[in-house]
T-cell receptor
Framework: ELKVEQNPLFLSMQEGKNYTIYCNYS?????LYWYRQDPGKSLESLFV?????AVKQEGRLMASLDTKARLSTLHITAAVHDLSATYFC???????????FGEGTQLTVNP | NAGVTQTPKFRILKIGQSMTLQCAQD?????MYWYRQDPGMGLKLIYY???????DKGEVPNGYNVSRSTTEDFPLRLELAAPSQTSVYFC?????????????FGPGTRLLVL
């Protein structure tokens, strides 16, 4: 059974600071997704990582994938309040289309 | 394109009642999914479908049923509602090939069972 763990689960940080969210998973996979969810809203796709060493950046967010370590990171650079949300990683099994989600990291960026 | 649409947005059920959560997508996606999200938790897969006429169980299928008679629609049926089914339900769809496997989510249905 594929297990996906994120840490930290809660993150409170000041504007302008940097931080990294980690996503570990338990079985072989080369497809990992990052989503953002605002309170009371649906999930918005941020990044799709499809190979070992993949790195994608959008604004202040950068995601990477290390399939050998079974680890993905979401790095936040110079955080701003608008980044406050819950971030989920989701891993797709090598065979099939099912996604397994992590518990989410609730990020609060304080002025 | 409307993307993925869900109805209703919110519903209160009494224990033992039945209801159908509707989901439709207009992106001609082959794959569709139903998830539930309990407060403060990640999403858990209930059922999914890889095409019309084909459905399969996810992680937490008990108490639910699905059907997929068309590419566009993927309704989720609760037969005998229980308080444990209080949750937010998300429907999603994806093309199903390579980079197009990104799942697009609907706005969700909030269900309260009392």
């Amino acid at each position: 059974e594929l297990k996906v763990e994120q840490n930290p689960l809660f993150l409170s940080m000041q504007e302008g600071k940097n931080y990294t969210i980690y996503c570990n998973y338990s079985t072989t996979s080369d497809r990992l997704y990052w989503y953002r969810q605002d309170p009371g809203k649906s999930l918005e796709s941020l990044f799709v990582l499809l190979s070992n060493g993949a790195v994608k950046q959008e604004g202040r967010l950068m995601a990477s994938l290390d399939t050998k370590a079974r680890l993905s990171t979401l790095h936040i650079t110079a955080a701003v309040h608008d980044l406050s949300a819950t971030y989920f990683c989701a891993v797709q099994e090598t065979s099939g289309s099912r996604l397994t989600f992590g518990e989410g990291t609730q990020l609060t960026v304080n002025p | 394109n409307a993307g993925v649409t869900q109805t209703p947005k919110f519903r209160i059920l009494k224990i033992g009642q039945s209801m159908t959560l509707q989901c439709a997508q207009d992106m001609n996606h082959n794959y569709m999914y139903w998830y539930r999200q309990d407060p403060g938790m990640g999403l858990k897969l209930i059922y999914y479908s890889v095409g019309a006429g084909i459905t399969d169980k996810g992680e937490v299928p008990n108490g639910y049923n699905v059907s997929r008679s068309t590419t566009e629609d993927f309704p989720l049926r609760l037969e005998l509602a229980a308080p444990s089914q209080t949750s937010v339900y998300f429907c999603a769809s994806s093309q199903g090939q390579g980079a197009k496997e990104t799942q697009y989510f609907g706005p969700g249905t909030r269900l309260l069972v009392l």
